[in-house]
């Protein structure tokens, strides 16, 4: 098989390391990659970028299945594209990836069918929203309604903090178009869970859980960031908390779904917070998570192309899906100053032999440098989590770039 993987970050270094291991592969072509991707068995980076550059590029040279990694491309519709041409992509069209495109889209879907999640209301007026505000019990989360790079989710403590919150997001624009209109809804407090789930439209599987560490310092302090670092399963998960995810988020989604008639052929990122042993809906993503899926990967038994394959012919009732019987460990190591403004161009050296997934970086005259906000990430597996994380962070220490920041405390908090 000839495949296709479009993106240029950590996750889809990860997809295609996974990838370059199926037997079923002779060749993938990384749109537009990375140095990571690039030095990977099988690999070749293509520098396109529009979906009609890559449309051509699959037809030209007889590309069997493509992957996509950033739910930018299925919210501008390059499912519903592929599916014009005949061309086999897995992932959901236009209209279904409203599930990530809309907070407001997704809250009401989430109501409709009786999905478990935070009291909330929308608004697409300051004022209103303001209004609202004056009798609310803080703190309050307030969201983006559209794509907003994970960064688009703020609590604030007070309603000075939720002006001033309001303000950037709908009139200053700082998400553009995207915080123009937005979700204010109650804030819940307890721990994360994000939970991955295969559907090929008629059948679901449970993939794998993780627990993602999603602010800039320690304790989960500061601003949200694409995301320091994940574990893989989640430590917390258990037999109990488990049926009460099935039956009151992913069995009620995966019926909305169906009821909507939405097209709909591939993973579904449920982001989950359990409060008092209660799992509440969060956010819906249409696409693997990164940092999850750097974390997830190395642990899966399974050829992954056989996997999306099942999941494209609607067969994943045929598949069992297999992990190793591990807990691995996932460390961003980012630029500091991320997620706002920092320098790049330092060179990297590496003396590890740790498995390490590339995104922000770049190759100058035979030199790898650093060349964007979340630079690489450094994963390591073991028995229990405290092996994981030592072997991780030990491996860390053996990386070296100017502005290197990472959080010391990825999987420790529990």
Not at 86 to 100: F, Q, T, V, W, Y
Not at 278 to 295: H, I, K, M
Not at 320 to 348: L, M
Request: glycine share 8%; net charge positive.
């Amino acid at each position: 098989m000839r495949v296709a993987i479009i993106g240029n970050g950590g996750r889809e270094h990860a997809i295609a390391w996974k990838l370059s291991k199926s037997e079923k592969i002779e060749k993938i072509f990384c749109i537009p990659g990375n140095v990571g991707t690039n030095i990977e068995n099988k690999c070749e980076n293509i520098k396109i970028d529009s979906i009609e550059e890559i449309i051509k590029f699959v037809k030209n040279n007889k590309i069997d299945f493509t992957i996509v990694g950033p739910e930018k491309y299925f919210i501008d519709g390059i499912v519903d594209e592929f599916q014009k041409e005949n061309l086999k992509i897995i992932g959901p069209d236009k209209r279904a990836s409203l599930l990530e495109g809309s907070k407001i889209y997704a809250k009401k879907f989430a109501k409709k069918y009786n999905i478990q999640t935070a009291k909330y209301k929308d608004f697409n007026n300051i004022d209103n929203a303001l209004l609202y505000l004056k009798n609310k019990k803080f703190p309050v989360v307030i969201k983006a309604d559209g794509l907003a790079a994970g960064k688009g989710v703020i609590i604030v403590n007070d309603y000075n903090e939720a002006k001033v919150a309001l303000k950037s997001f709908m009139i200053d624009g700082i998400f553009s178009e995207a915080g123009k209109k937005v979700v204010i809804e109650e804030y819940l407090k307890g721990y994360e869970m994000s939970v991955f789930v295969l559907f090929d439209g008629e059948n679901y599987k449970l993939f794998q859980t993780a627990m993602d560490h999603k602010k800039i310092y320690e304790r989960e302090k500061g601003p949200n960031t694409g995301g320091m670092g994940a574990i893989s399963p989640h430590p917390k998960l258990n037999e109990d908390l488990l049926k009460k995810i099935e039956n009151k988020i992913i069995k009620p989604t995966i019926n909305g779904i169906k009821e909507e008639k939405l097209n709909y052929n591939g993973i579904l990122f449920i982001g989950l917070i359990i409060q008092n042993n209660e799992p509440y809906l969060l956010e819906y993503n249409v696409r693997f998570g990164d940092p999850e899926t750097q974390a997830i990967l190395p642990l899966l038994e399974n050829d992954l192309m056989e996997i999306f394959e099942k999941t494209y012919n609607k067969e994943l009732n045929k598949i069992d899906i297999k992990w190793k019987n591990k807990i691995s460990c996932c460390v961003v190591a980012v630029s500091k100053g991320y997620p706002f403004n920092y320098e790049k161009g330092f060179e990297i050296t590496i003396d590890t032999n740790s498995q390490i997934f590339y995104a922000g970086t770049t190759l100058k005259n035979g030199k790898l440098l650093t060349d964007g906000g979340r630079v690489l990430s450094v994963v390591e597996y073991d028995d229990n989590i405290k092996k994981a994380r030592e072997k991780a962070y030990k491996s860390l220490q053996k990386i070296k770039f100017k502005n290197m920041y990472y959080r010391k405390d990825i999987g420790n908090m529990l």
